[in-house]
């Protein structure tokens, strides 16, 4: 697989733009505390965010892979900080909420173990500190 690259840029005061190798961009900004203008989401939001995305795609390639019908999934994460710098994930929650027809509850739990053991690299770098509890539930559509 090619290497991942990003470019970083002041826009003004402490507010960012990242722009990703593959063209896409986001703005960053910290909370006026750190001198900033809460303009634009906070770096560890978007780690957590890629987080909860990566794990989701996995998920449900996995489930479409097995030929289940998902027509929506919503994963919720709520993380918690080290009291002190640097202040990294100490433990994350994620939690699945698969909507399809006739989903197996063994099918999801299975998706969601090959996620966090085999395939996630989100997961496999933030477990070196966090530990991640992983929960889900499955609606009938």
Do not use: N, W
């Amino acid at each position: 697989m090619a290497d991942v690259q990003a470019r970083i840029k002041l826009i003004e005061g402490i507010q960012l733009l990242g722009e990703s190798g593959s063209g896409h961009t986001v703005v960053m900004d910290a909370h006026q505390d750190l001198g900033g203008r809460d303009m634009g989401i906070r770096p560890m939001e978007l780690i957590l965010m890629g987080l909860g995305g990566c794990a989701s795609i996995d998920v449900l390639s996995i489930l479409r892979k097995g030929r289940h019908e998902v027509q929506d999934c919503v994963a919720t994460l709520q993380a918690t900080r080290a009291p002190t710098d640097p202040k990294v994930f100490t433990a994350i929650t994620i939690h699945f909420i698969v909507t399809g027809k006739s989903i197996p509850e063994k099918a999801v739990a299975r998706a969601i173990q090959l996620s966090e053991e085999t395939y996630c690299s989100a997961s496999a770098m933030l477990g070196k500190t966090a530990s991640i509890h992983t929960t889900f539930e499955i609606r009938e559509s």
